[in-house]
């Protein structure tokens, strides 16, 4: 097993492809490095997988710390290929090397964030071995190379490829890892005392409100006593505004990190997910799904489309509607939130359904 040590240190950045092929495993050190980084970073390599362009400068350097200080990412690559400012070799002091054009061009492109990391880091690469092999063509006028320590400038590229070669290792063992779903909380021995929406899923409560009813009333699906009371909540939050922007953002990012955070209310979570799908960051429906219920699309007749939406007809407490089994009982944090949506693939779930489907299951 690979040790992970704890702070920063001169040891090469590890090599994970290589311990796979060597010793027939590594996905166990993978698992274990990306259990350490913070709820944020795991999340970043969750969003480098669907939406590489939206992350932040500040996200790919906190990202980037944290493999360092674990002694993942060596000091030597850490500090070559730091995006906060670009470490530029400079060669001899008696003979410094001589920038280019294209260099200093994509010195400018390399300051571009939002971005995808993964193509800065190509791109940093490639400028400097481009520098490095232009340089090494310049000649003194006795026709000797002008430069002959030329090295640290391909090192420094090196450095850019196992930087880039380490965070998608850790992706792949980070979305390895099962998102909060739909079935943890009674599949993992989890409570559904623990969740934000306890009070929903308490049995006992709904029972006593079956026994309250008057004769010819009918009890309200444990989601639409939710829904309910969260539209009287939301009727006294103050208006905020939402971003223009759509889609993985860094503006649409910072706008839900300023207005939640850890240990949200049920509320708060509808909230997210209400806010993300106006902000074009997630699709209804994968809204609906986070909430246990899924899209069902009928095509009634040639001239329309019906649309309509069913919830999980195998959920083992009914009278609850789905409500038991949606993922978002599961999310405490806006972290949750981002990193179950971000692991959300729409060809999972079905959007189109036949009548006669319908009818050969009971649901109509």
């Not at 850019?160 to 099962?178: H, I, N, Y």
């Not at 899209?295 to 009634?300: G, Q």
Request: net charge negative; proline share 5%.
């Amino acid at each position: 097993m690979v040790q992970v040590p704890s702070g920063g240190n001169g040891s090469p950045t590890l090599d994970f492809a290589a311990l796979a092929k060597a010793a027939g495993n590594g996905g166990g050190e993978l698992q274990d490095i990306v259990s350490k980084l913070s709820d944020s970073s795991r999340t970043v390599l969750k969003r480098l997988k669907n939406h590489p362009d939206s992350i932040s400068k500040m996200e790919w350097m906190n990202l980037t710390h944290e493999l360092n200080q674990m002694g993942v990412l060596s000091d030597s690559d850490y500090t070559q290929t730091r995006v906060s400012f670009r470490l530029v070799p400079l060669g001899d002091m008696d003979n410094p090397y001589t920038s280019t054009e294209d260099f200093r061009s994509a010195l400018t492109r390399l300051e571009q964030w939002p971005a995808n990391p993964f193509e800065q880091m190509d791109l940093w690469a490639f400028s400097l071995r481009k520098w490095a092999s232009e340089l090494s063509m310049e000649r003194n006028p006795d026709g000797t190379p002008k430069y002959r320590d030329l090295p640290p400038i391909q090192n420094q590229a090196s450095a850019c490829d196992r930087v880039s070669g380490l965070v998608k290792e850790l992706m792949g063992a980070c979305d390895a890892q099962p998102p909060a779903s739909a079935h943890s909380l009674a599949r993992s021995g989890g409570s559904w005392r623990d969740s934000a929406f306890h009070e929903y899923l308490d049995v006992e409560v709904q029972r006593k409100k079956m026994q309250e009813l008057l004769p010819g009333q009918m009890l309200p699906s444990a989601y639409l006593q939710f829904k309910e009371d969260y539209e009287r909540w939301k009727a006294q939050q103050p208006e905020i505004s939402l971003p223009d922007s759509q889609g993985w953002t860094s503006e649409n990012l910072a706008f839900l990190r300023e207005h939640y955070g850890e240990d949200l209310s049920a509320f708060e979570i509808y909230d997210v997910l209400d806010a993300m799908e106006s902000l074009g960051m997630i699709s209804e429906k994968c809204k609906n799904s986070a909430l246990g219920s899924y899209e069902v699309r009928l095509n009634l007749s040639d001239s329309g489309l019906t649309v309509a939406h069913g919830v999980d007809f195998d959920s083992r407490a009914a009278w609850l509607h789905g409500l038991d089994e949606a993922p978002m009982n599961d999310f405490h944090s806006l972290d949750d939130v981002l990193s179950w949506t971000e692991a959300f693939r729409e060809e999972d779930y079905p959007n189109f359904i036949t009548l006669s489907e319908m009818l050969a299951r009971g649901w109509v």
